[in-house]
């Protein structure tokens, strides 16, 4: 930043500090094998990263996953998108120096990755989907951990929400505070909360749903100036509108059956038939020496990340390995404004901005 | 049907796995159908069977291409750019664009394609959130955006500090050959 006084007059963002490779790392990858890097995308969200990838690889093949692993997915999606914004409210306030909401946000949090634990046995980069469905089916209590879960979030939220929408400390931090009108924003290329902060209304869950989100009974939470309390608002919002979806997704249950898609070209067969049936061996040498072969040609899918828009192109030429992926990351369109949002603010406002804009690194640096 | 499908015990009786045939997606015809009539308006070359209505541009005209997306069909959000290296092919370097429109709530893509060595003009003066992404393409593949105020490496740009200005020639990345098979 450059600086006159306390005001800001210029600033340039650095980045790529995090940058490991990830779109090249695939290309010496299987398509299976490139999950665990979508984790390390964006790791406070890392399982709606997995989606987004498994569900491109899913439409090359022109495959679907099942009922079941799909309600699974959106489920896990809507508890990851609601970490997110934890994570982002709770640092975001913490760097206002408002340390008791950053304990009240935490603890659901913690409980989220608990449920994640529960189901997979790895908490912050679980690389719990296949592509093809899941890795391994939910505990027989997914659906009671997860009520629980539902039933304690709004309190937390809701005492954050006393302590701090109209508290005039946070007030006189935020209102107003690195603004961005809406036709910048999109020229910017912003998605997400931060572009649903200037009052546009697009969430990729709406535009193109998938997984289901058009059967669910929610709305998409927009609010007015684009600044840094408009940002915060419209999180603390869609963490309720996510709980909706989630009460609907708990009350309809979880259909029965696989986990899996019925097709040995993409999901290994049962340990118990490979040990004892010979094309069932065949099959999982297949997979792990050959891999999952799509057909020629290129896709791209979006998902609505905890930021935005989270876009797969991945581009195949039949063999094992994904020819090219390209990961559209929504912090990469947003960061790029930062500086200009901030010129003309002072320094503890850009503290203030950075936060609200969630800059996850791994993401932002691929 | 292959014999590995014929004997299994797996009851499973899809196709088998169509590698080396081309991919379908389910709404191809539809999207073709989008991509030739705006092919016919904007007077570009279309692409055939992708996912979303596509466009091949010259060099020459994306920027008019862009601006005309951007204002007569309210294409008003740059959602991607981003280099696809081909290294088999004459021209080597697709450069592809997405873009997205709020109102339409619909998306096109548009490929450019470049030979080693080429460059082609910036897209910064219709989109700015392009610029990065400039950046990016720039630093990953060494593909040149003629115009673009600020072509430094990104997200690879942490050799230098932000505010030197190393010329283009000593701070643009070699390209490496690839031994990958290509896929037209």
Request: with cysteine; aromatic share 10%.
């Amino acid at each position: 930043v450059t600086l006159d006084g306390e005001t800001i007059i210029g600033a340039e963002q650095e980045i790529g500090y995090l940058h490991r490779c990830f779109e090249k790392s695939c290309e010496t990858h299987t398509y299976q094998q490139a999950i665990p890097f979508t984790d390390r995308l964006n790791y406070c969200s890392a399982i709606i990263n997995n989606v987004g990838y498994c569900m491109a690889v899913e439409k090359l093949l022109g495959i679907e996953a099942p009922p079941r692993a799909q309600h699974v997915r959106l489920m896990l999606s809507e508890f990851m998108r609601i970490a997110d914004h934890l994570v982002c409210i709770g640092t975001n306030l913490v760097d206002m120096g408002a340390l008791t909401n950053f304990w009240y946000l935490f603890q659901p949090r913690e409980e989220i990755y608990g449920l994640i634990e529960a189901c997979c046995g790895a908490r912050l980069l679980p690389s719990y989907l296949r592509i093809g469905g899941l890795a391994v089916d939910v505990p027989a209590d997914f659906l009671e951990k997860s009520q629980r879960l539902v039933n304690m979030m709004p309190k937390f939220i809701d005492d954050v929400d006393k302590l701090v929408s109209r508290n005039k400390i946070f007030l006189d931090r935020v209102v107003g505070v690195a603004p961005i009108s809406a036709e910048d924003a999109i020229d910017f290329g912003f998605t997400g909360p931060c572009l649903r902060a200037c009052g546009v209304p697009y969430d990729v869950r709406k535009a193109s749903p998938y997984l289901g989100y058009e059967t669910y009974d929610w709305d998409v939470p927009i609010a007015e100036g684009g600044d840094t309390y408009a940002r915060y608002l419209v999180r603390m919002e869609e963490m309720r509108q996510s709980l909706r979806i989630l009460q609907q997704a708990i009350d309809r249950g979880l259909p029965p059956g696989p986990v899996m898609v019925d097709n040995p070209y993409v999901a290994l067969p049962p340990i118990s038939k490979v040990y004892n049936e010979m094309e069932s061996l065949i099959y999982h040498f297949k997979l792990i020496m050959h891999g999952i072969q799509p057909p020629v040609g290129e896709t791209y899918f979006q998902v609505e990340g905890g930021n935005g828009e989270l876009g797969f192109y991945i581009v195949s030429d039949g063999t094992k390995n994904p020819y090219r992926v390209r990961c559209r990351p929504p912090c990469f369109a947003i960061y790029r404004a930062f500086a200009r949002m901030i010129t003309g603010q002072t320094i503890p406002d850009a503290i203030a901005a950075l936060g609200s804009l969630n800059i996850i690194a791994g993401e932002l640096d691929h | 049907v292959s014999t590995l499908t014929r004997y299994s015990a797996i009851p499973y009786t899809g196709p088998a796995p169509t590698n080396r045939e081309p991919y379908t997606p389910v709404d191809a015809a539809k999207m073709d159908a989008r991509g030739a009539e705006l092919a016919a308006k904007l007077s570009v070359q279309q692409e055939t069977g992708q996912d979303l209505p596509t466009l091949v541009v010259s060099k020459d005209r994306i920027v008019d291409v862009l601006r005309a997306l951007k204002d007569e069909h309210k294409f008003t959000m740059p959602l991607d750019l981003f280099g696809v290296d081909y290294p088999r092919r004459r021209q080597r370097f697709d450069v592809v664009y997405q873009l997205y429109s709020i109102e339409g709530n619909e998306r096109v893509r548009l490929k450019v394609p470049l030979g080693e060595g080429e460059s082609l003009p910036t897209s910064l003066p219709v989109y700015k959130g392009f610029d990065w992404f400039e950046r990016e393409a720039y630093d990953m593949f060494g593909i040149r955006f003629d115009g673009h105020p600020n072509l430094r490496r990104i997200p690879a740009s942490t050799t230098k500090t932000a505010t030197s200005s190393a010329s283009p020639s000593t701070s643009a990345p070699r390209i490496r050959r690839r031994t990958a098979r290509c896929a037209s």
